[in-house]
């Protein structure tokens, strides 16, 4: 059974919270950490064409990541006590906006939606296979690329050093298809998959396409929906937040 989020990631919060007692008469005001989260969607190929795998046009994740009462953010700011707050970064992505297909999709609701005209290239073993994370590195940064019709990446670049830390904007890339920890990628060849992850992004890389601006340098990498071995693709679900909470929490530096 999976477990509703990981146990050392909340162990870890719980002490950082500890370093800030209010008990004491010489007590000073905690400052509250706001971090700027942004999820850029990435759907593949052109619809209706034989390799097409679109993203999922009903979810919602701005509530998954940062209104619902069980998001990403309620999560974090429950465990740190209150001093990291997930907030969502600034873009214009909305509905019905070159081609976005996604109807929940709002501006400034820090979840970008993009369509690649590429192929998704099934990379469920990413995580074990230097073609296929080289290979996945190129979509990332098509997809930042793509991305910055939406996002001013660079006005995250609060130390203006070309390169925009996870401290300054935390990315989060989630790809239409489905989420390979719950398979087994050696038998699903067929399935577009992807092994969650996070990485950086070497400098050589962005600046194949970064000629305007800085681009993030690290990223956490999730699929968009989730399903176990003897499930059907049509009873896939939304990727648990438990899963996104894991990816950050490497991005935090806490395990």
């Given at each position: 059974?999976?477990?509703?989020?990981?146990?050392?990631?909340?162990?870890?919060?719980?002490?950082?919270?500890?370093?800030?007692?209010?008990?004491?008469?010489?007590?000073?005001?905690?400052?509250?950490?706001?971090?700027?989260?942004?999820?850029?969607?990435?759907?593949?190929?052109?619809?209706?064409?034989?390799?097409?795998?679109?993203?999922?046009?009903?979810?919602?994740?701005?509530?998954?990541?940062?209104?619902?009462?069980?998001?990403?953010?309620?999560?974090?700011?429950?465990?740190?006590?209150?001093?990291?707050?997930?907030?969502?970064?600034?873009?214009?992505?909305?509905?019905?906006?070159?081609?976005?297909?996604?109807?929940?999709?709002?501006?400034?609701?820090?979840?970008v939606?993009?369509?690649l005209?590429?192929?998704?290239?099934?990379?469920?073993?990413?995580?074990k296979?230097?073609?296929?994370?080289?290979?996945?590195?190129?979509?990332?940064?098509?997809?930042?690329?793509?991305?910055?019709?939406?996002?001013?990446?660079?006005?995250?670049?609060?130390?203006?050093?070309?390169?925009?830390?996870?401290?300054?904007?935390?990315?989060?890339?989630?790809?239409?298809?489905?989420?390979?920890?719950?398979?087994?990628?050696?038998?699903?060849?067929?399935?577009?998959?992807?092994?969650?992850?996070?990485?950086?992004?070497?400098?050589?890389?962005?600046?194949?396409?970064?000629?305007?601006?800085?681009?993030?340098?690290?990223?956490?990498?999730?699929?968009?929906?989730?399903?176990?071995?003897?499930?059907?693709?049509s009873?896939?679900?939304?990727?648990?937040?438990?899963?996104?909470?894991?990816?950050?929490?490497?991005?935090?530096?806490?395990y």
């Amino acid at each position: 059974i999976r477990p509703a989020f990981p146990l050392s990631l909340v162990t870890v919060l719980a002490l950082l919270a500890a370093f800030f007692p209010l008990q004491s008469e010489h007590a000073f005001a905690v400052q509250v950490e706001e971090r700027p989260l942004v999820m850029i969607v990435v759907g593949f190929a052109e619809e209706g064409g034989t390799d097409a795998v679109p993203y999922s046009n009903e979810y919602d994740w701005g509530e998954a990541l940062f209104s619902g009462e069980e998001s990403l953010t309620a999560y974090y700011r429950a465990q740190s006590q209150g001093l990291l707050s997930l907030v969502p970064a600034h873009e214009t992505s909305a509905f019905d906006k070159k081609r976005n297909t996604n109807r929940s999709d709002r501006a400034d609701d820090g979840i970008v939606h993009v369509k690649l005209d590429s192929a998704h290239r099934a990379w469920g073993l990413v995580n074990k296979d230097l073609m296929a994370k080289n290979d996945f590195t190129q979509a990332v940064v098509n997809a930042l690329d793509a991305a910055r019709t939406f996002v001013d990446f660079g006005s995250y670049d609060e130390n203006g050093d070309g390169r925009i830390a996870p401290e300054e904007l935390t990315v989060i890339i989630c790809t239409s298809g489905y989420d390979a920890t719950g398979l087994d990628p050696t038998e699903r060849e067929d399935m577009p998959l992807l092994w969650p992850h996070s990485d950086t992004i070497d400098v050589s890389d962005i600046q194949k396409v970064d000629d305007a601006g800085a681009l993030p340098s690290s990223y956490l990498a999730i699929a968009e929906n989730y399903m176990r071995e003897n499930e059907d693709p049509s009873d896939a679900q939304q990727e648990p937040i438990s899963i996104i909470a894991r990816e950050l929490g490497h991005s935090l530096g806490l395990y």
